[in-house]
DNA sequence: CGTGGAGTTGACAAAGATCAATACTAGTGG
DNA sequence: CCACTAGTATTGATCTTTGTCAACTCCACG
């Protein structure tokens, strides 16, 4: 886990890279490529090393020229789930670039690797030339992913009724105070959105009504004890 | 499921819209929102109603003025995962309209909805005025998107020794004969992607290669029959 | 009244997690 | 060159969670 950084092999430029078809410049012209060649930075990395973690700052664009990287978030428990493999072509970082907003998975060096390196600086321009509306999309559409990423480390890492437990806290809405609403889903929707049997749901918040968290009654449910509702649903145990 | 659509109602003004805070617009000049408003219709669905399909190409997005809509994939066997629910202000079908791919999922009001419909070709020259770089990273985004949904599918529908599967071979890549390659993850690693335990992707490996479609050594992983083991990977059974 | 669909409950089976013990491997320092 | 050690891999036993199957209830609606 050292943090060296050495610089001793030169880049490869851009324009051959994208010669060898994958990677995520491929369809850009000379032009652009060469200018990327003009903003971008080089260097290697060993085994291990970290690139970025979750919550740090976007400062760049990673290119993975040589070698693997596997970006991962970690669950409750410490437990890790690998979101993407990047291998030689890939990008690192573009989300949190893109989308203006704070990582929200950790990066490390799989093998030895080389990669060039974007600063967010020469990006910028050119978001902001691009309209409002086609930013305001892709500001969308890196938040959904973000959503859906954690929906996966969820998934595998939550059991059911504490999915169930975060889900309906997030219908119930951002209010402290005890909340009534009508479920929009039926029994069967709900487990097709949490991943598991219609049966399994309905255990599981027969057992909350039980524990007197909620109180159901058909799609109605009224939140009796947000705490102690919010707690389930960070703690695996119980 | 019928499918009508009916104009009665007038069409919400994105510039009132947007005033209510959420919503995929609200950052934007008012300059823009009625731009928006000329090149945008209107239409309500009935409960049930099909917005749009997998496999079906994009013509343009919509935005959800009232009610809710799943927006969901069929997976094996038919069981539906659900990927978002879509209230008031959300996007639907932005993805395959900025990457220029066909939907990837089904669309389906599961109350009465009023929808906002704007055409692709009033998306397009905005797209096409943007950087190539620019444009590239949008599509490398919504790719993205698509492959992290495609695993959550996977992680609730598929068991574990499949998904393990599926993972070897997009490891040992398109050809079709015997292929023999290094594992780049350690045995941890490939839980940690696959979303089980170690002991399980070990017992999982231990089977195919009991069942002949793989060989083990260590690392290394030769695949034996890559026809019975693609039918592994899409059979639950076995 | 049926009739059908959603919801609920119980019994059981299957998949996978967890725990514990053991083997294997590569690097370290004598 | 040989133990020694730490990390990784493997295996078996057991427990938990969840899925599956079947019966049964509860309405809403014709």
Redesign the interface.
């Known amino acids: 886990m050292k943090t060296v950084q050495t610089r001793t092999k030169t880049a490869p430029s851009c324009v051959s890279c994208s010669k060898q078809g994958r990677g995520?410049?491929c369809?850009?012209?000379t032009d652009?490529l060469t200018g990327?060649d003009r903003a971008k930075s080089f260097g290697t990395y060993p085994r291990g090393q970290i690139l970025f973690q979750a919550g740090s700052r976007a400062t760049g664009v990673h290119c993975l020229s040589s070698g693997?990287v596997?970006l991962?978030r970690v669950g409750a428990g410490g437990?890790?789930?690998?979101?993407?493999?990047a291998g030689p072509g890939d990008?690192l970082g573009?989300?949190a670039v893109?989308g203006e907003r704070l990582h929200d998975h950790d990066a490390e060096a799989?093998?030895d690797v080389e990669v060039c390196y974007l600063p967010a600086d020469t990006?910028a321009p050119?978001?902001a030339?691009?309209?409002?509306?086609?930013r305001?999309?892709?500001r969308?559409?890196?938040e959904?992913?973000a959503?859906?990423?954690g929906?996966?480390v969820e998934?595998?890492?939550l059991r059911a009724e504490v999915r169930l437990t975060a889900f309906l806290l997030h219908l119930a809405g951002k209010g402290d105070g005890p909340a009534r609403f009508e479920l929009?889903?039926s029994r069967q929707?709900l487990a097709?959105?949490l991943?598991?049997a219609p049966e399994t749901v309905i255990r599981a918040l027969a057992h909350l009504s039980k524990k007197r968290l909620i109180k159901l009654e058909g799609r109605f449910v009224e939140v009796l004890d947000r705490v102690r509702l919010t707690s389930a649903a960070e703690q695996p145990a119980d």
């Open positions: 995520a410049f369809g850009l012209s652009a990327l693997i596997k991962y437990k890790e789930q690998i979101l993407r493999l990008l573009h989300r893109l799989m093998t990006l050119l978001m030339a691009a309209s409002p509306l086609v305001s999309l892709v969308k559409l890196v959904e992913a959503e859906v990423e929906r996966l998934r595998s890492q929009p889903l929707e097709d959105y991943g598991a």
